[in-house]
């Protein structure tokens, strides 16, 4: 295994402790963005987070489990598009926990996503198939 697909599958798996992290704090109750997103897919908050989560995760595991480590060309699309998912969602936790001076449902583990997200860019602007 590639130190990109132990990066990438890191990543995935963060994103799962992430997840888990969210729904034990109810996240869908106390951030208005998560509150709008889960409202969308259902009325019920707790099913709509539980259901956006299910796909999100399905889909890193697909990218992780097939393109990534069969090193088809699309992984570095598609590992691209994880690093700014979890850039986007480091950041966004951190900057939501300073502006609520306390903890939030994320900021755990959201450290952890924005170091792999920006190692797993590092790692993709060094070479450029980092899948072979």
């Known amino acids: 295994m590639t130190r990109f697909q132990i990066t990438f599958g890191a990543l995935i ?18 951030f208005p963005p998560a509150r709008f997103l889960t409202g969308l ?14 796909l999100l995760l399905g889909f890193g595991i697909w990218c992780f489990a097939w393109p990534a480590l069969r090193r088809w060309k699309v ?17 966004a936790h951190l900057l939501w926990s300073l ?27 060094s070479t450029r198939q980092p899948a072979a």
């Not at 798996?13 to 106390?30: C, K, M, T, V």
């Not at 992984?75 to 950041?91: D, S």
């Open 75 to 91: 992984a570095i699309a598609l590992a691209w598009l994880w690093v700014g998912i979890e850039f986007v969602n480091g950041v």
């Open 99 to 125: 502006t609520q001076f306390g903890y939030t449902p994320g900021i755990v583990t959201a450290p952890v996503l924005l170091i792999l997200a920006v190692c797993l860019a590092a790692q993709l602007r």
């Open 13 to 30: 798996l963060a994103q799962a402790a992430h997840s888990i992290e969210e729904y034990r704090g109810r996240l869908w109750e106390s």
């Open 41 to 54: 897919i259902s009325p019920d908050l707790r099913k709509g987070f539980l259901i956006i989560n299910i």
